[in-house]
């Protein structure tokens, strides 16, 4: 179940220490600096789905808004382009019952309805990411907010310029490489809580524990080594190139999952290694 709540809740549709790195300051915003800027840029960690109660957006997010002249999400959520695409990548021409044997089929049936009360035919044709994210959601007793979408909003509010560091294209196809219809089902077997895992999440990220965070999302339990390389250590590589490109044009708030950030091949590290001062914006 906690690559249900990795999958949910750090791709927009969301660790080991770092050896480089002894401690990490605790903090989920950035100071972005030097190497020829002529003004900071600020990367922000988030967490894409939170209880409402949880939502929170502290003063110093607030006051980095004001000073960027726009915002890179991981997805530019209000290109119209983006969210044609997405109702295409919604559903598969490859069913999930095609991907499962007989017995497989009929065990994944019965998990589905007694656990969710949900028939396996109206979901046959989902995307395995997009059903994962959906039963993740069912486990979590609350009412759900985005922050990125909060910080979507504050920034459309002051009038920021708005920009995408990649596609839901490329999200999609990632997690397609990364799960199938035999790890849904093999998610429905399992009987952790995932309440519990989500609640571990959520108190890092409200405590800003970028690291211990980090530790949660690359445990095995959460996520394949060959799940690390793809979702975290090459997508962090990629945005960096772009980033790099960004910053010198335009001041910019980069709000990416809180996940991204630390580890040796972390958005911080790799802007270190880069040749930029990145220093934590503490209280």
Known sequence: MRHLLFLTYFLVFNFG???????????????????????????????????????????????????????????????????????DLLVSSTTLSSQLSESEQIEFRTLLQSKYGMD????????????????????????????????????????KNILGLERFKDQIDLTNRIYSAKEVLAQLKEKENAAMDFESMVNAFNQEDIEALYRIVIDPKSLSSEGKRLLLDNRNRMWIEKMVHIMPTASTLFAVGAGHLAGEAGVIALLTEKGFTVQAILN
Do not use: R
């Open 17 to 87: 220490a770092s050896s480089a790195q002894n401690t990490i300051d605790k903090s989920n915003l950035w100071e972005i600096s030097g190497n020829g800027l002529k003004e900071s840029s600020y990367l922000l960690g988030t967490f894409h789905l939170l209880c409402e109660t949880d939502l929170q957006v502290s003063e110093k997010v607030l006051t980095a808004i004001e000073a960027v002249e726009q915002i890179a999400l991981e997805v530019n959520l209000v290109d119209p382009n983006e969210l044609l695409s997405l109702q």
């Open 120 to 159: 396996a035919s109206d979901v046959d044709h989902m995307p395995p990411f997009l059903l994962m994210g959906m039963l993740a959601t069912k486990n979590i007793p609350c009412a759900m907010a985005g922050y990125d979408m909060a910080i979507l909003q504050l920034g459309l509010d002051k009038n």
